[in-house]
């Protein structure tokens, strides 16, 4: 964004790319490429979208990352520098901590829909508590595929809106 820019959509802009890395950070194991953390970016645009099965090119993603692996690199640095004390990456290898509270860290700054969506999964019985205490007990296991069904409900339904 060039200075003097809209610094409301700036400031969107930065949400979502810092969305993209927490939710891709879920999705993840602990030892992962730097490919793959940027395959992973890319593709929950993707996670759900009907059209990715009936036909689009099934490496559509790999398509979009490899050839521009840089400009991603230089795209999210910043928010990549920000998990510095819990994401290290060296000659394009990431190991992130996987512990239950960088878990909770990441779904707490999930997109507040996908947070929505993954709450209401794991309350299956309309548990009362209060949010944070069901997040806190969420974070104590492995919650990617509650984080990867809620993305791809919330491109389902926008893949079907256009």
């Known amino acids: 964004i060039e200075q003097?820019?809209?610094k409301e959509l700036k400031e969107a802009l930065c949400t979502n790319l810092s969305s993209a890395v927490h939710t891709a950070l879920l999705l993840l194991p602990e030892r992962f490429t730097e490919e793959e953390l940027y395959m992973t970016v890319a593709g929950l645009s993707y996670t759900g979208d009907f059209r990715m099965v009936v036909g689009e090119d099934r490496n559509k993603v790999a398509n979009i990352v490899r050839p521009q692996v840089d400009?991603?690199?230089?795209?999210?640095?910043?928010?990549?520098q920000e998990c510095a004390p819990v994401l290290h990456m060296s000659d394009s290898?990431?190991?992130?901590?996987v512990?239950?509270?960088?878990r909770l860290a990441h779904l707490i700054r999930l997109p507040s829909g996908i947070r929505d969506r993954?709450?209401?999964?794991?309350n299956t019985n309309q548990d009362t508590r209060q949010v944070e205490e069901i997040?806190?007990?969420m974070a104590q296991s492995d919650?990617?595929?509650m984080v990867a069904k809620a993305v791809g409900q919330v491109v389902a339904g926008v893949d079907k809106s256009q």
């Open 118 to 122: 993954v709450l209401t999964m794991y």
């Open 143 to 145: 919650c990617s595929q």
């Open 93 to 97: 290898v990431c190991v992130q901590d």
């Open 71 to 80: 400009r991603f690199r230089e795209l999210y640095r910043k928010r990549l």
């Open 135 to 137: 997040m806190v007990e």
């Open 4 to 6: 003097g820019e809209d």
């Open 99 to 102: 512990g239950s509270a960088r």
